[in-house]
């Protein structure tokens, strides 16, 4: 909309010369709330009556289930009501092709932290003392805990519903003649990378209430980023109509793709208030959050990447071990992304990757912020510094040589529509002051740098339907108050202020004036949840056309009354008005007129799904209707005498399409380099040879704090994209894929030796230091030992087996708990 | 919930301790709560006064989410007992407003966009409350050291430090917030 410069110009407000809303800073519609204590998370909720659950977990990492016996449990004197899996045994999974959970473990276990019983009490100590008196008899049967043995013993099946062995989902695509380009190519990068599973830990554990109420409405709320797919489950598990069913997100305290699965006890609380007739809450203790997991997937890769002379990107090709743990989430998709979403911002000549998710007894991994695609990033553009050194090619002039552009197709068939990478590259080149400081810092500090691309959204949804991914509903009041209606999950990245911005620029209010009604299934429209980085993009389209639809009943009341054109008609920040006149009228007023000619007021706007991707099977996952993009250059210090090292500086650029509130795509960048950073530095899920985790806590489980956490800079590109809401595009996963391998990128800058292992724990860099002689490593003192042959240092390993015996492969596991034998 | 009654049977049959009145002194408002020994002053505070605002997020001490000020002291309410904080000054986040006006740290956070999910943040700025409260004027280093006992998973701390900069008037805000700031409490 544009502006009038006199009365409502963006000079006087403060906006950015184009908009009156869009790009400004402003605060969230409920950060007050936050701020001031008032927002009700699910746990704050306490209805009367209502009663506590807790959940049996499994002891052992695979184990039948003969028999549950409550007599002592019931007999406790605070137990209201005990549930077991055979009551409730539908199975369920968010993707609906791989439906293999049970709420409670009806057959049997399959890690330990399997849920396997329930038990609603009158308050929260006698439902955990309650457990305790519940018996199970077990038939332990062996537990696969390492994804090779998984592989090897396919006789021994975690789920008997697989096709083959303990394969949760192979993909094995070709795009051109792979080894015929790799036999051209001047330079030739092939290394092994491992990459550590980690979890979300969001600071709010899981939380559920159900209430059954006397009229057969069950009701739950839940601290879940997919109302619609609890929606849609709970129905399908508990045999009730979904017209019967309302699911209502309250406030929620972080996610980050952990609470994107329907969980265990959503419907163990429905459950327990079908047959209690009161409403039950159950919420996890913090161990609880580690078992619920469905984190960061452990991936072992074999990557070979082959450079022409001039140092294009000719041939890409990856083997991908995907460690699953014990049940499928979205482990299907998981599978595709870990090889579909890595062909951009480059051009890829030709491209193979195989990757291969297995089942083992461990917690279910799942979409954590970077679903699938940041491992392999990591490999990748560690791979490509590789390559590009063989060549004697600077880091971000081989990022730049092989830029694929814009309007563009990847070559897997997707279509890039705008693209702000090379902007990204200038921006963190400059910051950094890459050209004058790189290679010149001294033995010890090191630049790294890396790019990567993310999905807004995926064309595919997540079951086939011809309907709108996201629903956008507005009210307008005559009182001048609008009243959005909004489907989407906030979870904290802002999405229930994205409508106030958006329709208020649209249809000329204060975004002051908006209320937002948002994630509750009987009030607002549906909108498939906060995953894959969908919301800006979806609903902000969603709301455009919902606004629009409403300013032409305004401008058309407010013209007629003037005796003007409809187009003539502006407005911005509360006020109508005609450029250039003395005519205007408050925004209240001007729906009065509206009113008056249309009847009551309201509109709808929906997303629809286009159809996007590849002509092949798995052509449309990792199809998005726009890419975001981004560049990292991280500086580290590393201490070559105990390998600890530190980061002194992440310049981070991203391609948002446009900041609709930079603030807070800011917000979504800095958290999104720290979760990166916190994965490379110390973030580990590992666990006993018995499958038990070794540290299901925050004090064990390490995540920085305040003091561990590296000052960054974020710089925002706007590349404006076609399709996107004001050019608008992802901004809340992308940012976390490049600062992995840009800080082991530039610890081999600092001191010459190539970390592929998560965590970068010191003691790896130390050990690799001490085998390693080359050139830049040979200036240290460390590395005068002439323990290690350079020949064995430098061939590649021929597999994946190879090189985890490999010197400073990832042999640094066994210590490290995950390869443990 | 069950009635008195019923609690002391089944506390006798479980062999529960019997509750104790215990008076705490919370935001201002003097409230007799009858807890048991073993209640954290979190279940208090949260569970029986019914101020959500103080988070629950690990119960053992390791996230912050919990913390309140004890005599103007930030403490974590988790791992501390409600029956030791008898006659101690304590300070939720609901009680950082002061005459219907939010504390300027709350209004830093609002404005700089330090709370995303929000879960973390009361504990958080009752943290740089008490900060401010003894330094009005604390280094970035001092404001690190003195929120590093509380985890935020969204922010990555970046605007958090730069709130507190802002709540003590050592930053401003790059480009400011053209609402005006009422500070009233919705």
């Known amino acids: ?821 | 919930m069950a009635s008195p009654r019923t609690t002391a049977i089944f506390n006798a049959v479980l062999g529960r301790p019997p509750k104790v009145l215990v008076s705490l002194d919370v935001n201002g408002e003097r409230h007799e709560v009858a807890v048991e020994p073993r209640t954290t002053l979190l279940e208090a505070i949260r569970y029986t006064l019914g101020l959500t605002g103080s988070k629950q997020g690990c119960d053992k001490g390791d996230c912050g989410a919990c913390t309140v000020l004890s005599n103007g002291r930030a403490i974590l309410s988790c791992i501390s007992l409600a029956v030791e904080h008898q006659g101690d000054r304590l300070t939720t986040i609901e009680g950082l407003a002061r005459e219907g006006k939010v504390h300027p740290v709350q209004d830093a956070f609002d404005l700089c966009g330090a709370l995303q999910c929000g879960f973390c943040q009361s504990g958080m700025m009752i943290s740089a409350a008490a900060l401010l409260e003894r330094n009005a004027k604390p280094s970035r280093q001092e404001i690190k050291e003195a929120l590093s006992g509380n985890l935020c998973r969204c922010t990555g701390y970046t605007k958090i430090l730069d709130a507190v900069e802002v709540a003590s008037g050592q930053r401003e805000w790059e480009e400011r917030d053209p609402r005006p700031t009422t500070g009233a409490i919705p």
């Not at chain 1, 519940?134 to 975690?158: S, T």
């Not at chain 1, 969908?534 to 013209?559: D, H």
């Open chain 1, 1 to 821: 909309m544009s502006v009038d410069g006199k009365r409502n110009g963006p000079g006087a407000l403060g906006g950015n010369g184009e908009f009156d809303v869009v790009g400004r800073r402003l605060r969230k519609v409920d950060g007050l709330k936050k701020a001031t204590g008032e927002a009700v998370y699910a746990d704050d909720i306490k209805l009367p009556r209502m009663l506590h659950c807790k959940i049996l977990r499994s002891p052992h990492a695979h184990a039948r289930i003969k028999h549950i016996d409550f007599t002592r449990c019931r007999a406790h004197p605070g137990v209201v009501e005990v549930l077991e899996g055979r009551e409730i045994p539908t199975r369920y999974g968010v993707i609906p092709w791989t439906p293999d959970e049970q709420a409670l473990a009806a057959d049997k276990a399959r890690f330990i932290g399997d849920e396997v019983a329930a038990v609603a009490a009158v308050d929260e100590l006698a439902a955990e003392e309650a457990l305790e008196l519940i018996d199970v008899e077990w038939e332990i049967l062996p537990a696969l805990i390492e994804p090779e043995d998984a592989l090897r013993e396919e006789a021994n099946k975690i789920h008997e519903s697989s096709k083959k062995g303990n394969i949760s989902k192979h993909v094995d695509l070709s795009f051109g003649d792979v080894q015929g380009a790799f036999a051209g190519c001047a330079a030739i990068a092939d290394e092994s990378f491992f990459y550590e599973g980690s979890t979300h830990t969001p600071i709010e554990p899981h939380c559920a209430i159900g209430h059954y109420d006397s009229d057969g409405n069950l009701t739950v709320w839940s601290s879940t980023q997919i109302p619609h797919y609890v929606h849609r489950e709970l129905a399908r598990v508990l045999e009730l109509p979904e017209a019967r069913i309302r699911v209502i997100q309250p406030f929620l305290g972080g996610a980050f793709g952990g609470k994107s699965d329907p969980f265990s006890l959503e419907f163990v609380v429905a459950k327990l208030s079908m047959k209690t007739g009161r409403p039950v809450k159950c919420l996890f203790t913090r161990e609880e959050v580690f078992w619920a997991h469905r984190g960061r997937h452990p991936m072992k890769m074999r990557f070979r990447v082959g450079l022409s002379k001039q140092g294009a990107i000719e041939a890409v090709d990856s083997k991908i071990l995907i460690d699953g743990g014990a049940y499928s989430s979205f482990g299907l998709v998981t599978a595709y992304y870990a090889g579909q979403l890595l062909t951009g911002p480059y051009r890829f000549g030709t491209y193979h990757f195989d990757s291969t998710r297995v089942f083992t007894n461990k917690p279910p991994c799942g979409p954590k912020r970077g679903h699938g695609s940041v491992q392999p990033r990591f490999a990748f553009e560690v791979a490509l510094d590789m390559a590009a050194e063989k060549l004697g090619i600077d880091p971000i002039e081989v990022r730049r040589i092989n830029f694929i552009g814009e309007n563009v197709r990847t070559v897997n068939d997707q279509l890039i529509t705008s693209n702000g990478f090379l902007r990204c590259l200038e921006l963190v080149e400059t910051a950094s002051g890459w050209k004058e400081r790189k290679g010149k810092l001294g033995f010890g500090r090191g630049l790294g740098v890396a790019g990567s691309m993310y999905i807004s959204g995926t064309a595919y949804p997540v079951y086939p339907n011809e309907m709108p991914q996201a629903g956008i509903q507005v009210k307008l009041d005559r009182s001048g108050k609008v009243t959005i209606f909004s489907g989407a999950s906030d979870i904290g990245q802002g999405s229930n202020s994205l409508p106030a911005y958006l329709i208020a620029e649209e249809i000329g209010c204060d975004p002051r004036d908006c209320v937002v009604v948002a994630s509750d299934t009987d009030l607002t429209p549906v909108d498939l949840g906060a995953y894959s980085s969908r919301i800006t993009f979806m609903v902000g389209i969603a709301c455009l056309e919902a606004g629009q639809k409403l300013w032409a009943q305004i401008s058309a009341a407010v013209a007629e009354k003037w005796g003007v054109e409809a187009a003539q008609v502006d407005g911005a920040l509360g006020t109508i008005f005609v450029s250039g006149t003395e005519q205007r009228i408050s925004f209240r007023e001007a729906v009065q007129l509206a009113e008056a000619k249309f009847g009551t007021l309201g509109s709808t706007g929906s997303y629809r799904t286009q159809k996007l991707g590849g002509n092949y099977r798995g052509g449309t996952i990792g199809a998005s209707p726009a890419y975001s993009f981004g560049a990292h250059v991280v500086e580290v210090e590393v201490d070559p005498e105990t390998g600890l090292w530190k980061v002194e500086r992440v310049w981070a650029a991203h391609d948002c399409g446009r900041a609709l509130n930079p603030t807070l795509v800011e917000g979504q960048i800095e958290g999104s380099v720290y979760m990166g950073y916190a994965e490379a530095a110390m973030e580990e899920m590992t666990y006993y040879p018995s499958g038990l985790h070794r540290g299901p806590s925050l004090l064990d489980y390490r995540i920085p704090t305040s003091l561990d956490t590296p000052e960054l800079t974020a710089l925002i590109v706007e590349s404006n994209d076609p399709n996107g809401p004001y050019g608008a595009k992802e901004a809340g996963e992308g940012p976390l894929h490049p600062v992995i391998p840009a800080i082991s990128n530039a610890i081999y800058d600092a001191v010459g030796v190539r970390l592929t292992e998560l965590p970068f724990h010191p003691g790896k860099v130390l050990r690799l230091l001490r085998n390693n002689r080359s050139p830049r490593a040979e200036r240290s003192e460390v590395n005068r030992s002439p323990r290690a042959e350079r020949s064995e240092v430098e061939r590649p390993p021929a597999s994946l087996d190879e090189a985890r015996e490999a010197p400073g492969g990832t042999s640094a596991k066994s210590s490290a708990g995950v390869s443990v034998r």
